[in-house]
């Protein structure tokens, strides 16, 4: 991964976990006091809204570049 990559990442990272650390705390703030309760937040967003976005993204480049060897 490139410097300028990394760097991306770290920010966009800090701007998702921001989001959904805002959207854990309003479901149930009593839930983020514990270390176990903040991985099971954790795990719960990434599973509802991030790792399906990844998917999502992830299959339109397998579809594209199937498309591309066939000249589409």
């Known amino acids: 991964m490139t410097p300028e990559d990394q760097q991306k ?3 966009y990272s800090q701007g998702i976990a921001a989001i959904l650390y805002r959207n854990a705390e309003a479901k149930n703030a009593e839930r ?3 270390l176990e309760g ?3 937040a ?3 967003q990434m599973l509802e ?3 399906p976005k990844i998917g999502v993204f992830l299959s339109r480049q397998v579809v594209a570049q199937k498309q591309e060897k066939r000249g589409i």
């Open 42 to 44: 954790v795990r719960e």
């Open 38 to 40: 903040i991985e099971l």
């Open 9 to 11: 990442l770290e920010e």
């Open 49 to 51: 809204n991030v790792s």
């Open 32 to 34: 983020l006091k514990t």
